[in-house]
């Protein structure tokens, strides 16, 4: 998705910490991951935000606290944890990305 590319670019231009923004980073890699139908495990929630584990587990929480977000069990291994967009916060994601990707 090209709002994740351009994300991404802006640390070839620019000091990448000039942008910490992990909850907008995880949001934007679960609403991808959603649309490809891949599980995201709660581990690599950091990794797509490039935060250490223990942040993601905040920002995880604080997610799911403003129901942006929900666990689910990983039905292969029952001790593992997948993350998604709830309903709503996927159609907001989409709202917003239509209005942002439209010039409007």
């Keep these: 998705m090209s709002i994740m590319r351009f994300r991404k670019a802006r640390g070839h231009h620019f000091a990448a910490r000039l942008f910490a923004d992990p909850a907008w980073d995880m949001l934007l890699d679960?609403?991808?991951?959603?649309?490809?139908?891949?599980?995201?495990?709660?581990?690599?929630?950091?990794?797509?935000?490039?935060?250490?584990?223990?942040?993601?587990?905040?920002?995880v929480e604080k997610l799911q606290t403003e129901r942006l977000i929900q666990r689910?069990?990983?039905?292969?291994?029952?001790?593992?944890?997948?993350?998604?967009?709830?309903?709503?916060?996927?159609?907001a994601m989409n709202d917003y990305l239509r209005q942002v990707l439209n010039g409007g």
């Design 30 to 59: 679960l609403y991808v991951t959603g649309k490809r139908q891949r599980p995201v495990a709660v581990s690599e929630l950091g990794l797509a935000a490039d935060i250490p584990p223990t942040t993601a587990l905040r920002w």
């Design 72 to 91: 689910v069990r990983d039905p292969a291994d029952a001790r593992r944890k997948h993350v998604r967009l709830t309903p709503s916060a996927e159609m």
